[in-house]
């Protein structure tokens, strides 16, 4: 994949690789994702051991990209069923899906504070991509990082002071954090590659990312200030990204082209025991974690 066209492939979902009980145990928690096995890509959930796969959204749209409230009752998704990529949200079960941005922008990749109140996405309204923050009903909507560059793909820290985000205001894409409000907007991996795809660890200490500084797409991670970074896939060639941890912090989930097509895969967050959940023809992608 280009570098450049990272935040066109994950906008329009089309990747060629590119976000219940909490004792860790493998069967615990859910994960939801994004799968073409009905035709076009719609919302999935699943149960943390692959059981259970289910169909949310069932609309002919493209429905992408969800992300868990931090309560597990509801689920923020990118759908373009209005006929550009606005922000919906639904609840756990499906039911009650709602259009939140109402732009005709591009506006893309939700994300909730970890309190529930506020949903930080990425929008090109401005001329550009942004990272933007809104309430959790769509209103309030606030550009962050007011920057001539392409900046998106949140990640918003555990503790809600903090945003992980992608640039490339350096020349090529780097992840860098901000504080919430947009200040202190600091370049965390430095690196001549493209890293993207920031995902925080429940404890705010670490960061997994995607990188293809080892000539294809794997996953790493680095500590919180943007050291010790650390290859955790180390799959050649196929392409490993999107970065999910689950809510104990033993584990990620993320994408992979290893079988021959996308699937979902989980890995325990020292990069052991690397497996398969998904296991279907179709493209599977864009896991989260419910907490």
């Known amino acids: 994949m280009a570098t450049a066209s990272l935040f066109v492939v994950c906008l329009a979902a089309l990747l060629t690789a590119c976000g219940g009980d909490e004792s860790g145990a493998p069967a615990g928690g859910k994960i939801a994702f994004a799968s073409t096995r009905d035709g076009s890509y719609e919302v999935y959930v699943m149960s943390a051991d692959s059981s259970g796969q289910t169909n949310l959204t069932s609309n002919p749209a493209e429905d992408v990209l969800p992300a868990w409230s931090p309560d597990g009752t509801r689920i923020a998704f990118l759908s373009d069923r209005d006929g550009n990529y606005e922000l919906y949200v639904m609840n756990a079960d499906g039911t009650g899906q709602t259009n939140l941005t109402n732009n005709p922008a591009v506006d893309a990749q939700p994300v909730w504070s970890p309190d529930g109140t506020r949903i930080a996405f990425y929008s090109d309204r401005d001329g550009n991509y942004e990272v933007y923050v809104m309430n959790a009903d769509g209103s309030g909507q606030t550009n962050l990082t007011n920057n001539p560059a392409e900046d998106g793909m949140a990640a918003w820290s555990p503790d809600g002071a903090r945003i992980a985000f992608t640039s490339d205001r350096d020349g090529n894409e780097e992840v860098y954090v901000m504080n919430a409000d947009g200040t202190g907007q600091t370049n965390l991996t430095n690196n001549p590659a493209a890293d993207a795809m920031s995902s925080w660890s429940p404890d705010g200490t670490r960061i997994a990312f995607a990188s293809d500084r080892d000539a294809n797409y794997e996953v ?41 097509n996308q699937e979902v895969y989980v890995m325990n967050a020292d990069g052991s025991g690397q497996t398969n959940l998904t296991n279907n023809p179709a493209e599977d992608a864009m896991p989260a974690w419910s907490p």
């Not at 500590?223 to 180390?234: I, K, P, V």
């Open 220 to 260: 790493y991670v680095m500590n919180a200030d943007g050291s010790g970074q650390t290859n955790l896939t180390n799959n050649s060639p196929a392409q490993d990204a999107q970065p999910a941890w689950s809510p104990d912090g033993t584990r990620i989930a993320f994408t992979s082209d290893r079988d021959g």
